[in-house]
């Protein structure tokens, strides 16, 4: 029954309206265009054979990034600054004012008012009188729809063409459209869709931008002066022209209210003696100009997303697709990590040093980033930058980790079944098999150790917990230097330097090719190495590095996959936890099965860090060749932190001072890891440790 009265309904508006439009139309709405009634007649003729379904494509929205908490806003990214907002997110007043501005009639007309029609049409005959038109609320909202929803040049000029078969088409659908919707869900999506001025696409946009507060809160006052900008967002727009505009015409729609009873003459008189208020908030979008403490994390983010096929297939449509979906990201950093993190990072060395130094949180086992830390300013202002200091690129491949890459010669063998009481001669020098030039002469590669201490018999585990130079040369001779690299790109490590890469590929052809590799005389990120701790930290088990933990469209729903973790088995549990036994040495831990963490008269390299962290931890200092670099890598088996200190634009400048790493990182765990349930290490098994016996 009620499907028929509709059905009814429905077919005496479309013949009422198909009637007045070829009398009336086009003069009512467009009196400059100078119809015949030849036109007219093409017109009404036409009208039933438009379609009645309104296609209703989401106008765009600003995509947020949040940090982990959900509510810490990192960024807004947008061509236009929309954020949809239910009806009941939207104040009363708000509402009954748009309704006073732009259509009086709209709870009682079905899409199309004739009504007004007839009224404009007169208005529009009188000599001297001003053009009035006479859309709709629902009128307006399918204008708005058509425009946005234009796929064509072609589609876009039928939406704004100044036409009766623009209006006609207009009109067709909005009386369909009040039949699938009901007079809430017009007026919401108008508020919405909306263009306000000062930026403000959309109700939401527009309470910000003029006073700083959600539609929910919004007063008579403000409320009457943001719905009069709808007819002339430009023009009536009070902080870019005179307040004068908006004023008049904030006071016309407090008069129709009147009129309507949705207020007094004493409260509309009351607002009229009063000023604008205004408030206004300017909106800026991307990370340089989201919140500057996140802006090295925010870069890296928006890196990730543009080389994300899940976003579109190229480069321009991911960035389009953000700027547009409406995405509400949350985020995998950590509000109090990153506090902690900056604190020590520019507590150590201030923005104005020439040396950078930063450091990087990653979460073992799910590869997701906590913190990234940098002592300079993210941005394009005067003394900012936006190069990714921490995370990396083909321009700014990181920089060289020393000692560090000892880690990934002992993985590979590790996998080889070399154990951690493997025992090799370690001189003070060591000339090896790779070609190279030598301080004492000769044409082979010949490192030194950073003391002669170090001299003697030594361990995998005491080399490393001492950072023999001339152990791990001679191990990586007996695993090759092409072993060695696998072991680090499985872990983690990209190589992105032009001469690095041609290095690798001659590693894979010839054994005597980059001998220096084990030296860390690659250039590497500090998200790329505490990624590759990381995997050491959570069983050999790699995990591409993440950015997010849930990612939801504009209408709530989840993007299947996109936030979820990406891993695979890197190398065995086995020789992980034997890489991490050995990695307790350097922090003046214990093995975990009694093999000595140095040799007499040897010391560990980092061991303040044992000392102030009071739990289970691992890690590995790094110096390069003339100190040029300077790293300390410290994880548990919940938390992986890479420190780093260099001049990013002069990579032979030397570090003032190498132990600022092993600070940095040292003290951010310290800081951070109370909120992380006390883990242990697996110990290594017998083989692994002490080989076949």
Known sequence: MEKTRR????????????????????????????????????????FSDLPADLELPPAPQASTLYASDGTTEIAEFYDENRRNVSLDQISPVMRQAMVAAEDNRFYEHQGVDLKGIVRAFVNNQKVGSSTQGASTLTQQYVRASLRYGATTPEEERLATEDTAGRKLREIRYAVALEHELDKDQILENYLNITYFGNGGYGIYAASQAYFSKPPSELTLAEATMIAGLAQNPTQYNPVENDHKFAIDRRDYVLNQMVKLKYVTRAQADAVSTSDLGLK?????????????????????????????????STTAERVDNLRKGGYSIVSSLDVDMQKAAQQQVDDTLGAESRFATGVVLVEPGTGRVKAMAVNRKYGIASGATVVPLLSGSAISPGYQAGSTFKMFTAIAALQKGIPLNHELYSPDRYVSQYPGECAIGGDRYCPKNASPKMTGDQTMSSAFGESANTYFIQLEQEVSVKSAIAAAESAGVVLRGSQDNQLKEAAQKSPTAWGSFTLGTAQVSPLDMANAYATVAARGTYCEPLPLTSISDQGGKQVASVADTTCRQAFSPEVADAAADMARCPVGEQSQVGIACSHPGGNPTAASVGAAIDRPVAGKTGTTDDNNAAWFIGFTPNLAAASFLANPDKYDDEVPDTKTPINVARDTLAAVLPSLPTESFTAPSPTLAFGTR
Not at 285 to 312: H, I, M, R
């Open 7 to 46: 059905s009814r309904h429905l077919l005496a508006s479309l013949v009422l309206c198909g009637l007045l439009a070829g009398v009336v139309l086009a003069a009512a709405a467009f009196p400059a265009a100078g119809f015949t009634g030849l036109a007219a007649k093409s017109a009404s003729d036409s």
């Open 280 to 312: 206004p908030k300017s909106s800026a979008q991307s990370c340089e100009n989201g919140t500057t403490a996140y802006g090295f994390f925010c870069g890296w983010f928006l890196d990730w997303w543009k080389a994300n096929p899940v976003f579109g």
